[in-house]
């Protein structure tokens, strides 16, 4: 099948839900990439003693991290790495006095333990006319915006971690009030999700509706620059300072950390099983801690204390990770992997197949090729045995994407169709439409699929309230099926589209999609086509109350056979016994004969001829008084005043449903002109309704049954000489089950008398 459609090369709106959803992922037990590894402590200069604040947020931060009622933020390792910076702002600090405090605190804390950041080189008087680059426009996130707004001009500490930061109002350390409010605020994760159920199942899709009013804010601060009192060489400071703490500070203490957990792994590797098992009841004493029915379903029974040997190691290869060094990562990973099934501990099982997967695939030159069966594992017991539909869903992500870079569009595609499910419709929607671009970007496309994927998503667009996207599925999905003689998919696309225009007030497009169901020799069942044929009359009404003064529209039933129709200029036959006849072989009762028409053409010539003395004028034309397809149509006919004028229209209604059409009659145009020989055949202005000048005839009812063809006469007295123009016909549209009716025009021939 050829397509010459378009589609959308990217999806920018997948893109920022993936990025959404794996920014909120909240930090777990099982798995240590969201952990914080350092707590960087600031204090301003113009503190009256620094040193003593500094030892104030260290405790605190300690406080926080060893004590069991804060379940938030969740620390790597028990020796959480300090750094301590003394901020100084140039305009209003004494250099002198900040330079004497950082000397005290590399005496204190050492070298690479502290740092004195000097800022706000720039005054805010400045001139309007200077430029000042913003150097994080593109860096902060709304949340942090948020917060740096509210802990403006105050001390704070920063919490760091490799992509998020949380910034904590020092002046609120002072007060023990403050101090309790501080706390609470951590013993809850701030982007946690709430569980949808008692499986422990919860959907990453409900953050982001509820996450639609910080993307209001988000806006809203996008234009405020940051930044506005720093110069150049404060931005070199900035840089300065973040290369010093990350070589000086983070890597060391990262490197000794895995230095360490090396030390235990390969002191592990001489033990026997027997003993490692010893070694493992020592670490986790004869008490497990207790955790929620559904913690304890996803791991099977088998929950682990933070000092046992499998997290350890599983703690140094999520180091690795974070470092970049993914040899080593997928060999701690795999090595991980292997204890955690052995123990049936399924949950931890799957955290390491899947970064085990993702290490295989991020190793520079690909010694391995990916394993994709890793991921599918993880999958299917985050899925099944877990019943947590986040992890599954963050694994599908990562391991559709690298499946793409790989070509590999086939799996990446069935991998994404396994994960739809009827607990979340945005979440499925997204799924089945990448699904669909992986169909659509194969080496041979899969049209079809492409296709059928992206009514699927659509679908589920809707039903999650997303109708822009909706519509945009099913309008790409059309393109295909568009004129492949498929008209039961094209009528069930078009209703569709029909509908979400409607929903989204774009009425044109909506007439339009139901329109193309009308026209199309249908199939549907009757009961069907009066469904559509409702839903039209509905849009229809709708449109023309919003734009009464717009002119009647085309409406597209029923068929009008425009080679059928005729016009008869005199009064009908009067075949009443007595009456006289009019001398003509013409009349809408009989069928066209050309060869009475030809001899009736002689007659008349003849009579010309004998009233000019034998001789037939030039300019003679025969007198007509029907036309129709075999007539010669080529000059305008005359009419007589007071004189019917009677137009028969041939209507076809190609539904299986009867169409009742109210107030038929001709819609015209008259132009009143004199043609007497002193007129010349000049325009009168004459002062008159219409009424006074053309007569119509109107029906009030014309009733078509389903697939019926059948003539209206419809009749016109003219009251006056002039020029008239029949345009086509009006009527009210309707059916006989419902009310529904709407006025139209109907395009027809058109001519002047």
């Known amino acids: 099948m050829e397509y010459g459609g378009n589609h959308w090369a990217t999806t920018p709106w997948f893109e920022a839900y993936r990025e959404s959803f794996l920014q909120s992922m909240p930090a777990s037990d099982h798995e240590f990439l ?37 379940s938030y933020p969740k620390w790597f390792i028990p020796n959480t790495l ?189 033990l026997s099983r027997s003993l490692f098992s010893a070694t493992k009841k020592w670490f986790s004493g004869s008490k497990v801690p207790e955790k929620s029915i559904n913690e304890l379903k996803s791991t099977s029974g088998l929950l682990y204390p933070l000092e046992a040997p499998e997290l350890q190691i599983r703690k140094m290869a999520d180091l690795c990770f974070l470092v ?107 799924l089945l439409e990448q699904a669909a671009h992986c169909f659509i970007n194969m080496k041979s496309p899969m049209v079809r699929k492409f296709a059928f994927h992206m009514i699927l998503a659509g679908h589920r667009y809707s039903k999650a309230g997303q109708k822009k996207h909706a519509l945009r599925c099913y309008c790409q999905a059309m393109q295909v099926y568009k004129g492949k003689g498929w008209s039961l998919a094209e ?29 199309n020799d249908s199939k549907q069942t009757a009961a069907q086509q009066g469904a559509f044929l409702r839903e039209y009359l509905y849009v229809y009404r709708n449109v023309s109350q919003l734009s009464p003064d717009e002119p009647l529209p085309q409406l597209p039933l029923p068929y009008i056979n425009s080679s059928a129709t005729r016009v008869f200029f005199g009064h009908d036959r009067r075949p009443a016994e007595g009456e006289k006849q009019a001398a003509t072989h013409v009349s809408l009762d009989q069928e066209y004969d050309s060869e009475y028409s030809q001899q009736w053409k002689e007659l008349e010539e003849q009579v010309v001829a004998v009233a000019n003395k034998s001789i037939v004028p030039s300019n003679f034309q025969p007198t007509q008084y029907c036309l129709n397809k075999y007539s010669d149509n080529s000059r305008f006919p005359l009419g007589v005043v007071e004189e019917p004028i009677t137009v028969e229209v041939a209507f076809r209604n190609p539904l299986k449903v009867p169409l009742l059409l109210t107030d038929l009659s001709l819609l015209w145009k008259f132009q009143p002109k004199d043609f007497s020989s002193n007129n010349n055949g000049e325009t009168k202005e004459l002062i008159k309704s219409g009424k006074d000048m053309i007569g119509a005839e109107v029906i009030s009812e014309f009733l078509i049954n389903s697939e019926e063809t059948k003539m209206a006469r419809l009749k016109l007295f003219p009251h006056q000489t002039g020029e008239l123009h029949i345009l086509g016909v009006v009527y009210n549209l309707g059916t006989i089950q419902g009310t529904t009716v709407l006025d139209g025009i109907d395009s027809s021939v058109g001519l002047q008398t």
């Open 34 to 70: 969201n952990h914080y590894v350092a707590c960087m402590l600031v204090v301003s200069s113009s503190e009256p003693e620094p040193v003593e604040q500094f030892l104030k947020l260290s405790q605190e931060q300690h406080r926080i991290q060893h004590s069991n009622e804060y």
């Open 82 to 270: 300090k750094y301590y910076v003394l901020l100084h702002d140039v305009n209003v600090g004494e250099e002198q006095r900040a330079d004497s405090i950082y000397e005290e605190m590399k005496q204190r804390y050492g070298t690479q333990g502290c740092y004195l950041l000097k800022i706000n080189s720039r005054g805010s008087n400045r001139g309007a006319d200077e430029q000042i680059p913003d150097p994080w426009s593109q860096y902060l996130q709304k949340s942090n915006i948020q917060v740096q707004e509210s802990c403006e001009d105050g001390p704070y500490t920063v919490i760091s971690n490799k992509n998020t930061d949380h910034f904590i109002p020092l002046d609120e350390l002072g007060n023990d009030s403050k101090v309790d409010v501080l706390s609470n605020n951590f013993k809850t994760h701030p982007l946690q999700l709430d569980h949808t159920s008692d499986s422990g199942c919860f959907d990453g899709t409900d953050y982001l509706k509820s996450n639609a009013s910080l993307h209001e804010s988000k806006k809203s601060n996008t234009g405020t620059p940051h930044g506005m009192c720093l110069t150049l060489t404060d931005h070199d400071r900035i840089r300065q300072f973040i290369q010093e703490f990350t070589f000086r500070g983070l890597l060391p203490h990262i490197e000794k950390t895995i230095r360490q957990l090396n030390d235990q792994l390969i002191s592990r590797k001489g």
């Open 324 to 430: 970049q060094h993914y040899e080593l990562a997928y060999s701690c990973y795999h090595t991980a992997k292997k204890d955690f099934l052995n123990d049936q501990a399924m949950l931890y099982a799957a955290g390491a197949l899947e970064m085990a997967a993702v290490s295989a695939f991020l190793q520079p030159g690909a010694p391995r090729p990916y394993p994709a069966h890793y991921m599918d594992t993880a999958i299917q017991t985050y899925r099944d045995i877990c019943k947590n539909m986040l992890l599954a869903e963050r694994c599908v992500l990562l391991s559709a994407e690298i499946l793409k870079s790989q070509s590999k569009y086939s799996e990446a595609a069935a991998l994404l169709i396994r994960l739809t499910t009827e607990d979340s419709d945005l979440r499925s929607a997204l």
């Open 491 to 519: 009528d069930h696309i078009n209703f569709t589209i029909g509908r979400q225009s409607f929903t989204l007030r774009q009425l044109e497009n909506a007439v339009s999609a139901f329109r193309h169901i009308l026209i």
